[in-house]
């Protein structure tokens, strides 16, 4: 009936019209339901029920006991099918395997199926529980420099953390031992002792040793242009005064060749000159020539406590030499950098790195920034110091605990003032007849950072007695997420910690924790406003170093040693470049807010000449790292990347196997089942036979009982980067079996690919499987926790609202703060009913992690 006719329809002729609309269309969605329930239990016949049965039961599952119509009833055997599915891990190699098609059908039925309300949904937890919440080292040391505006290296005074899939910050994993305690302990009096300073210093050395591998002949990046050789480092002057720096040996030794010609040292000091002095010429060569060691040792003499007057605080200093034109010397001139016989061995070089002692002669401590960011008043006289030091210990203890302090908190740091008021008053009288109100000051600062409140994040279900005195809206908020049965949502003050830490590594600012005092932050909109700002801040590079790195576990390239016999040209200096490449490239898809998928396609990298000519790019010139257009699709995205390759590696061969796992473990988010501890893992070349390639060892290793159900699906990813060798060059031939390396390749999807560009676009185009699996890990970050069964709704939910907006991370992490894993909290009775975690990896210590590439063997 045309709408033109409507209105002469009868009431009753609309009503049948109306239920027969709705009778068709429920019809045709229980028809579309019941037919993907069919085709959904018939794959499962086909290709699952021969081993996961109620006869078999395999692994521990019985697919065919579990009921289609109740998904929500085992989600969490759902949602571990659903994850060996999209690895291709199950069926295993050698079964019978459904095309890809059929694979991509069931997979988006059944994740429609867990992520629907209806359909027969057993009330589950939306949010998981995380326990009392220690800082890691990274964020005690970001915490504390932020809250006190000093440099404290805290990775020089605590211990490592356990990892768990490669981040610290998993709180079931953050425990504390009595010596643990010390040091903190210790490390806060350090922290306090260097932002108060000291009127009367005293007398500390330090000394800095040269890193590893640094080219003296050439520049060294981050020293002024017109340099060569040298070392920068930074030093905390604690107080005003004259520090003496010592460098012990510039190479002057038996043979006077480095003291044939003239050359000039430097030292600069928070970018000023403070030393300027010769070595060389006619006639240093005439003393170390005629006066053997005791010559050289009066050559040195004019190195040796060299006076420098520095204001209080922490300042690069830089110690280098002019670079000078060769044609100015006799020698032999050389073309390459680093050529040792023309430059290297020929010219002075810190060999020993530089000593620095002082304070000398100091009048005191003049107003450094963390004096001034702490003493925010100033007593004139006696009676008011007790209120001035209230107001100080009020204003640190609400920025370290996050929350404003009550009275009864203030009080109780008090002790703390007048003890080291005390302390010092006894003491014998200081020269700058400055009174104890500074020591009493450090004393309560120590205090608050050894403080619970500072060092812990704890979420405490809300009371009858908070219910009582909470706002209206609060406690509206919380009547409605009462709901859900053993959930509760985080306070706003709460909510603020979570979100600081997680973008910044640190508690909130001044912004974020006024805006959560007042009680506005649980409102979405605010949430989401304030996630985006703090993205925005420079601040927010911690998510690079502490989340992004470490999840990929690129962070620990100095746990490959390549062998220098098999490669020469890997030394320390490209191993840093490694490191420099990979942090600039993912920070330029990161905080430039870029498509996170670029992350795995982008045609750009970072660059100096040393990293070019090691890829074979010849049109890079200098030591400074820029941004580079990538002509070779090869070289692209991660899987082009230096630092991934050496990693993944070992130390006299590349590995097919790690390469494999690391793919599948860290892009995909289906990391492979670990080998069992007893499986032959030798891969060496047969004694006694022509030496073979490494693809077809690893082949006849496939053929072994027990092998080929992992590396049926590991191998085939791996030997598409097998044109790259251990330390990332790119090779066509097989070096040790003199054949050519063959990088084609059939996936478990059927696909054959042949080399890196085409794995690539195999594994990841037209998906959002890297997505998911970011998302994923960027929400276990966030949280502090494993990720369970039912969050993996919430994390595809974000995956879909975030591909409106391009996959950006601004709206992944948006997706992420507006969840309800974000912004409740279960109670821990419900967390103890959960299921085990849904992914293969376990909580341990990263060394020996499932899923860690570099702990495994072939």
């Known amino acids: ?103 991509d059908s069931f997979v988006a039925w059944m994740e429609a199926k867990l992520d629907s309300p209806a359909g027969g949904r057993v009330a589950g937890p939306v949010a998981g529980h995380v326990p009392m919440q220690r800082m890691t080292r990274t964020e005690y040391g970001t915490a504390v420099n932020d809250l006190l505006g000093i440099e404290l290296d805290a990775k020089q005074l605590l211990p490592a953390e356990i990892e768990v899939n490669g981040f610290e910050n998993i709180a079931t994993a953050l425990s504390v031992s009595p010596s643990f305690l010390d040091q903190y302990v210790a490390a806060a009096r350090l922290a306090a002792r260097i ?17 590893k591998g640094d080219d003296q002949a050439v520049h060294i990046d981050g020293l002024p242009l017109g340099t060569r050789g040298g070392m920068k480092f930074r030093h905390t002057f604690p107080a005003d005064g004259e520090y003496r720096f010592t460098i012990p040996d510039l190479g002057v030794d038996l043979y006077t060749r480095v003291v044939e010609t003239k050359h000039t040292l430097v030292i600069l000091v928070d970018g000023r000159e403070v030393f300027r002095e010769s070595l060389g010429g006619q006639e240093d060569m005439r003393t170390v020539d005629r006066g053997g060691a005791p010559g050289r040792a009066k050559v040195m003499e004019r190195f040796a406590n060299i006076p420098v007057q520095v204001k209080a605080g922490t300042y690069d200093v830089a110690v280098t030499f002019i670079e000078r034109a060769r044609i100015e010397s006799d020698e032999f001139v050389g073309f390459l950098p680093g050529d040792e016989f023309s430059r ?53 203890a609400r920025r370290a605990f996050r929350r404003p302090v009550t009275a009864e908190e203030l009080d109780s740091l008090m002790p703390y003032f007048e003890s080291g008021r005390k302390s010092a008053r006894l003491a014998p009288p200081k020269p700058s007849g400055e009174s104890g109100f500074d020591s009493g000051i450090e004393q309560v600062i120590a205090a608050v ?57 640190q508690g909130p600012d001044e912004e974020l924790l006024k805006i959560a005092a007042a009680s506005r932050l649980h409102d979405p909109v605010v949430l989401r406003t304030q996630a985006l700002r703090m993205l925005n801040d420079p601040r927010a590079s911690s998510l690079v170093r502490n989340f992004a790195i470490k999840w990929l576990d690129l962070d620990k390239l100095g746990e490959v040693q390549p062998d220098p016999n098999l490669f020469p040209t890997f030394n320390e200096q490209l191993r840093r470049d490694m490191a420099v490449e990979l942090e600039s490239f993912v920070a330029s898809v990161l905080l430039e807010d870029r498509n996170v998928g670029d992350l795995l396609t982008a045609d750009h990298t970072f660059l100096n000449e040393r990293l070019a000519r090691h890829y074979g790019i010849t049109s890079v010139l200098g030591p400074q790292f820029r941004r580079v257009t990538l002509d070779d699709p090869r070289r692209r995205g991660l899987l082009g990347k230096g630092a991934m390759l050496l990693r993944t590696s070992y130390g006299n061969r590349t590995s097919p196997v790690l390469h494999g796992a690391w793919v599948m473990g860290k892009l ?17 070349q047969p004694k006694g036979q022509a030496p073979k390639t490494l693809r077809a060892r690893l082949e006849s290793h496939r053929t072994k009982p027990g092998c080929r159900q992992c590396h049926g699906v590991i191998d085939p990813i791996g030997l598409a980067l097998e044109n790259f060798d251990a330390i990332g060059r790119w090779q066509n031939i097989d070096l040790e079996a003199n054949a050519p390396i063959d990088a084609s390749t059939v996936l478990p999807n059927g ?57 950006r991370l601004s709206a992944i992490v948006s997706g992420i703060v507006s969840s309800d894993a974000f912004r409740m909290q279960a109670a821990t009775s419900a967390e103890a009913t959960v299921p085990k975690a849904i992914s293969a990896e376990t909580t341990v210590p990263k060394a020996t992690s499932a899923e860690a590439p570099a702990a495994k063997k072939d």
């Open 1 to 103: 009936m045309s709408l033109a006719r409507r209105d002469e329809m009868s009431p009753m002729k609309r009503v049948l019209c109306i239920v027969f609309v709705v009778a068709v269309a429920t019809t045709a969605t229980l028809g579309q339901e019941s037919s993907g329930s069919t085709q959904a239990r018939g794959m499962i016949n086909t290709y699952c029920a021969g081993c996961h049965s109620t006869a078999v039961h395999a692994g521990g599952v019985a697919l065919d006991s579990l009921s289609l119509d109740a998904i929500q009833d085992r989600a969490d055997v759902w949602e571990a099918t659903v994850r060996k599915l999209r690895g291709r891990l199950m069926p295993p190699p050698g079964s019978r395997q459904p095309d890809q098609r059929e694979i």
């Open 195 to 211: 932002a108060v300073g000291e009127s009367v210093p005293k007398l500390a050395s330090a000394h800095y040793a040269k890193t």
């Open 344 to 396: 290297g061995d020929r010219m002075p070089r810190l060999v020993d790195g530089v000593q620095v002692v002082g304070p000398f002669n100091s009048p005191g401590v003049s107003e450094t920034g963390s004096r001034r960011r702490i003493f925010i008043c100033r007593p004139s006289k006696p009676s008011e110091e007790l209120p001035c030091a209230r107001r100080i210990s009020e204003n640190l």
């Open 449 to 505: 950072l050894v403080s619970p409140e500072f060092l812990y994040r704890g979420i405490q279900a809300p009371t009858a007695s908070a219910k009582a005195t909470a706002s209206l809206a609060e406690a509206e908020r919380r009547r409605k997420n009462a709901a859900q049965r053993d959930q509760f949502a985080l306070s706003d003050l709460e909510l603020a910690s979570r979100l600081s830490f997680f973008l910044w590594s």
């Open 668 to 684: 995909m988010g289906t990391p492979p089942t670990p080998p069992p501890p007893d499986v032959d893992t030798d891969l060496s």
């Open 751 to 807: 696909r054959a690919v042949d080399g890196p560009a085409q794995l690539r676009e195999a594994l990841f185009e037209g998906r959002d499987l890297f997505v998911r699996t970011l998302t994923e890990k960027l929400m276990m970050y966030g949280l502090g926790r494993e990720l369970r069964y039912y969050d993996m709704p919430q994390v595809r939910a974000v995956v879909r609202r975030a591909g409106d907006q391009n996959y």
